[in-house]
């Protein structure tokens, strides 16, 4: 079906289901070396045939790839699933993926809740929110929830003006809305616990009538202030959609606290435009690879945006694989968060056989994020991925940082 070193693929339909299939029932590889060149390989993509950089210590899944290449062509042609149409078993292969293909395709068309909790963010609100309010509109209905606690500044009142205005703005619109929730910690401390507590809170909301129809829930840090690339964003939430629920069941973001370059054994950071700069992933503390093994800032990772390459991080090659969800590299972990991350909403409300939606353990210690996500995996069956073009800058937040550390998210759309 396919021959290495063309350069263009033209695949049939019917083709492109029975190659997926073929992978689906075989779990080829789903890689093709290229005539050209003995270090490089090409890769076909939903008929796209291009070379890309040798990357000897990592591989596709071809299972996700069959996926996406079932889900694209059914999007485009529904017919193919009829058994006129196609030999069995292949029909009722194809049937029972099509059944767990979103109806929704594309951001324009969600609903979404984004969440965020906070102490004492009365200076750093007009920027985040700032963010979440581009965010926001990029989908059909956007609402914001803040969780505060114990705030003694002015984030309480800050946020409820806020809230009163995006509402108003949003309302003979999307109806999007925007509210507070505050409580008291037990402790008057802020730790790991009270975190978990706080984070738990924005997912109870999901119950609530206003929220009925949230499709999924965005949770966003309250300490990244530098823009985000919006539009970079969706594109990789987009790309991801249509094997939502089949592939994935969460994006994590790939949050970086600046870029860097290596000089004599040292690291010396730089502005992201510097030739070789590195983006510095920065959550090592919610970070778990896929066989469960840890990083620290001495084992350091660098998901190079919009590339399966992990920069010089040779250490983590042996572990960690790149999986294309819709085109957008990815790297499936057991846990993380990095900032920002996009849940589906039924991974946290109560199924109609009884199984109970996830939620933060209050009470292991540790971060918050890591219970969470073994429930998502354990419980509800789901994978997390780590999306490399998913950027969001860590911080920034104060004047020191602001000017250093958000270079690459100035750029609005």
Known sequence: MVKAGLNHLFFSRISLIAGGLALLLLGSSFLFLDDTTSTGYSYAWIGFHAQTKPMPSQTFSPHNQAIDLITSVLKGDPELVKPRKLPRPMT???????????????????????????????????????????????????????????STDNTREFFNAWAAEYSSKRASTSASTANLTSFYAATGKKNLQTLAVARNKYLDALSLPQYAEVDYIIAVDTDMCCSWEVTRMIKVINSALPTSGITWHALLSNGVC??????????????????????LYCDYFAFQGI?????????????????CELGPAESSRDQLQCTLIGGQPGYEVNAGFGGMAMYRA?????TADGVEGCRHNTHLGGCEHNSLNECIRNNKKGRLFVMTGLVVNWDGCSEEQGSGWCTRGNLED
């Open 92 to 150: 009722e292969e194809i049937t029972t993926v099509q059944k767990k293909v979103p109806s929704k395709l594309v951001a324009s068309e969600l609903q979404v809740l984004i969440a965020m909790i906070g102490r004492d963010v009365g200076g750093q609100l007009p920027r985040i929110l700032k963010n979440v309010e581009r965010l926001g509109d990029r989908f059909a209905r956007a609402h914001v929830l803040l969780v505060e606690n114990d």
């Open 346 to 350: 039924d991974l946290f409300r109560t």
């Open 291 to 307: 066989k469960g093994e840890s990083y620290s800032m001495a084992n350091r990772l660098y998901f190079m945006p919009d590339r």
């Open 258 to 279: 600046g870029w860097v370059v290596h000089e004599n054994g040292q690291l010396r950071g730089v502005d992201p435009s510097v030739p070789g700069a590195l983006p």
